[in-house]
């Protein structure tokens, strides 16, 4: 129970949330309703291939004027700084890394 009081208390949590926590089975909140999931893919571990600046990469290895990559498209997944034994949510800081990276590209390339 601690973890989940410690948990909203998360500002994000707080900000975002739809309802307000209830008891699950609490007839007041409504019925439960089911929703079935199927999960096609975890992670690509592949994507686009950049150079150090983002640039994306032809075939031959050339940069492709214009077209730049960031995030997962730009497939450091695999080969980032959590390798292949990522946990879900671990992409998010190779996400802003190569974000910010291509846009200091982008501002240099003005």
Known sequence: MAGIRNSRRF???????????HRILDPAAGPLIAVRLHVVTRKTLGGIQTNLSGQALGHDGVPIPGLYAAGEAAGFGGGGAHGYNALEGTFLGGCIFTGRTVGRSLAQAL
């Not at 900000?15 to 926590?21: A, G, H, I, N, S």
């Open 11 to 21: 500002l994000g949590d707080r900000l975002f949330r739809t309802v307000k926590p």
